[in-house]
């Protein structure tokens, strides 16, 4: 059986890839138009899983959680709180140019050899590509800029929000406020952020529209290492609770050399992606500085008084921020095994957490053309959609092993078959999706089953 690291040296992206777009998870952004470069749109398996992850996480960090609070800030916000935050300024990237094939590359990139071998020419980098010369390193802004109203003037500029923290930020009073709560005070928020990046790659790992799941934790600076250490862990567990495979993650800490210019320390967890270890999340120490610079900009008092001590003081913040996107091909990679069904042909399973699995059960009469028994099967999943907060399938073409390997590919975990038995005593068979073991259980039984499975 091969192993998912002899899968990883047989092109295991590609596998994934093609996967997402055969079976309805992710295809290419106006593919009837020819594509849009590294825009991706997701299909209804996708949604789903995209669903699940972002709904397990504000679960867990807000929903069962007394001191963290959510929030859903507009992504067009006033060009003043990107000159406060410091984007306007440093949010950039490294640029270079190739003179003849006038492809571009993020110069840090390059050098590291990201793009392929580096080739040098004395004491210059050449394109590694064609191996013309390259222009003078500039720096380009990641933000996208656009126009607020019918004129198109340096007035009515506007931004399209690069992250979903600062508006976090700004509502720090806010939901502090309505909240009534004390430090420690978490905001959560899930949404678009926009990134004008000047080498998309990977699929859907590095994108120039994403989505963000962001919480910005409020504390004593006297606490803040603490905290930090906490966040760290808890991040990391999550990641491991939802199926990740311990032996492809990693907390890899920042050295201070690359240390954002607002953090007092960051780790990344990182995953071991068939291109290399890349980022999935990352749990930085953002001290004080996002509250003090809107504060001085903004001229509205952003600190948090202390009724004990009766001080007043900045809190520092604690940001664990994971992208959707990131974390769902990480877990589709992790999940892909391929098997040899005893009829010699290869099974292909995803073996995802059913917590993510974008379909929970597959229904399936025996053969479809007995009528009674199609009729029951359709009308146990009628039931089941209407009961259950899950996706339920539904599906009677092909044999029952083609239905099953069907189901098997795109991360069902149990199918339910509907057969002679059942219209005696009211009985179905329940197959797993990694054991292929099966059980019988009532009718009756079923709802219930799923519930403690989940």
């Given at each position: 059986?091969p192993?998912?690291?002899d899968?990883k040296?047989?092109?295991?992206?590609?596998?994934?890839?093609?996967?997402?777009?055969?079976r309805?998870?992710?295809?290419?952004?106006?593919?009837?138009?020819?594509?849009?470069?590294?825009?991706w749109?997701f299909?209804p398996?996708?949604?789903?899983?995209?669903?699940?992850?972002?709904?397990?996480?504000?679960?867990?960090n807000?929903?069962?959680?007394?001191?963290?609070?959510?929030l859903?800030s507009a992504?067009?916000?006033?060009?003043?709180?990107?000159?406060?935050?410091?984007?306007?300024k440093?949010?950039?990237?490294?640029?270079?140019?190739?003179?003849?094939?006038?492809?571009?590359f993020?110069?840090?990139?390059?050098k590291?050899?990201?793009?392929g071998?580096?080739?040098?020419?004395g004491?210059?980098?050449?394109?590694p590509?064609c191996?013309?010369?390259?222009?003078?390193?500039?720096?380009?802004?990641?933000?996208?800029?656009t126009?607020?109203?019918?004129?198109?003037?340096?007035?009515?500029?506007v931004y399209?929000r690069?992250?979903?923290?600062?508006?976090?930020?700004?509502?720090?009073?806010?939901?502090?406020n309505?909240s009534?709560?004390?430090?420690?005070?978490?905001?959560?928020?899930?949404?678009?952020?926009?990134?004008?990046?000047?080498?998309?790659?990977n699929?859907?790992f590095r994108?120039?529209?994403f989505e963000?799941?962001?919480?910005?934790?409020?504390?004593?600076?006297?606490?803040?290492?603490?905290?930090?250490?906490?966040?760290?862990e808890?991040?990391?567990?999550?990641?491991?609770k939802?199926?990740?495979?311990?032996?492809n993650?990693?907390?890899r800490?920042h050295?201070k050399?690359?240390?954002?210019?607002?953090?007092?320390?960051?780790?990344?967890i990182?995953?071991?992606?068939p291109?290399g270890?890349g980022?999935?999340?990352?749990?930085?120490?953002?001290?004080?500085?996002?509250?003090k610079?809107?504060?001085?900009?903004?001229?509205?008092?952003?600190?948090?008084f202390d009724?004990e001590?009766k001080?007043s003081f900045?809190?520092y913040?604690?940001e664990?921020?994971?992208?959707?996107?990131?974390?769902?091909?990480?877990?589709?990679?992790?999940s892909?095994?391929?098997?040899?069904?005893?009829?010699g042909e290869?099974?292909i399973?995803?073996?995802?957490?059913?917590?993510?699995?974008?379909i929970k059960?597959?229904?399936?009469?025996?053969?479809?053309n007995?009528?009674i028994?199609?009729?029951?099967?359709?009308?146990?999943y009628?039931?089941?959609?209407q009961?259950?907060?899950?996706?339920?399938?539904?599906?009677?073409?092909?044999?029952?092993?083609?239905r099953?390997?069907?189901?098997d590919?795109?991360?069902t975990?149990?199918c339910?078959t509907?057969?002679?038995?059942?219209?005696?005593?009211?009985?179905?068979?329940?197959?797993?999706?990694?054991?292929?073991k099966?059980?019988?259980?009532?009718?009756?039984?079923?709802?219930?089953?799923?519930q403690?499975?989940?």
């Amino acid at each position: 059986m091969p192993t998912n690291s002899d899968l990883k040296e047989n092109n295991l992206m590609e596998k994934i890839v093609s996967l997402c777009k055969r079976r309805g998870f992710v295809v290419q952004n106006s593919e009837i138009y020819g594509g849009l470069a590294n825009s991706w749109d997701f299909g209804p398996l996708g949604v789903e899983v995209k669903r699940n992850i972002k709904n397990y996480w504000w679960k867990k960090n807000v929903i069962q959680r007394d001191d963290v609070f959510g929030l859903d800030s507009a992504i067009i916000m006033n060009p003043k709180v990107w000159e406060a935050s410091g984007h306007l300024k440093s949010f950039s990237d490294p640029l270079v140019e190739c003179k003849s094939c006038h492809n571009r590359f993020r110069f840090d990139d390059l050098k590291e050899g990201k793009y392929g071998k580096v080739v040098e020419k004395g004491e210059k980098y050449l394109c590694p590509y064609c191996q013309g010369e390259l222009t003078e390193e500039k720096k380009f802004n990641l933000m996208f800029k656009t126009f607020l109203g019918p004129t198109e003037d340096k007035a009515s500029i506007v931004y399209l929000r690069p992250e979903t923290a600062q508006g976090i930020f700004i509502n720090f009073k806010y939901i502090l406020n309505t909240s009534r709560q004390k430090l420690p005070l978490g905001i959560a928020q899930i949404g678009k952020s926009f990134r004008n990046e000047i080498t998309p790659s990977n699929f859907i790992f590095r994108v120039r529209e994403f989505e963000q799941m962001e919480l910005e934790y409020f504390v004593n600076p006297q606490e803040d290492e603490k905290w930090y250490q906490y966040w760290r862990e808890e991040r990391f567990n999550w990641f491991l609770k939802l199926g990740l495979k311990k032996e492809n993650l990693r907390l890899r800490e920042h050295q201070k050399d690359e240390l954002a210019h607002y953090a007092k320390a960051c780790t990344d967890i990182e995953y071991k992606f068939p291109f290399g270890w890349g980022e999935l999340e990352g749990i930085a120490n953002r001290t004080d500085y996002d509250l003090k610079n809107h504060q001085k900009y903004s001229q509205k008092d952003l600190q948090y008084f202390d009724e004990e001590t009766k001080q007043s003081f900045f809190p520092y913040v604690i940001e664990p921020s994971v992208g959707v996107e990131r974390s769902m091909l990480a877990f589709l990679l992790d999940s892909y095994c391929e098997e040899e069904a005893e009829n010699g042909e290869k099974r292909i399973v995803l073996k995802l957490n059913p917590l993510l699995s974008p379909i929970k059960m597959a229904i399936f009469p025996l053969v479809r053309n007995q009528e009674i028994i199609r009729k029951k099967a359709q009308e146990i999943y009628f039931a089941l959609k209407q009961e259950l907060p899950y996706s339920i399938d539904y599906d009677e073409v092909g044999s029952i092993g083609r239905r099953y390997r069907r189901q098997d590919e795109i991360g069902t975990p149990w199918c339910v078959t509907i057969d002679h038995q059942t219209l005696e005593d009211d009985t179905v068979t329940i197959r797993d999706r990694d054991t292929m073991k099966q059980e019988r259980i009532s009718i009756k039984e079923i709802k219930q089953w799923l519930q403690e499975k989940i």
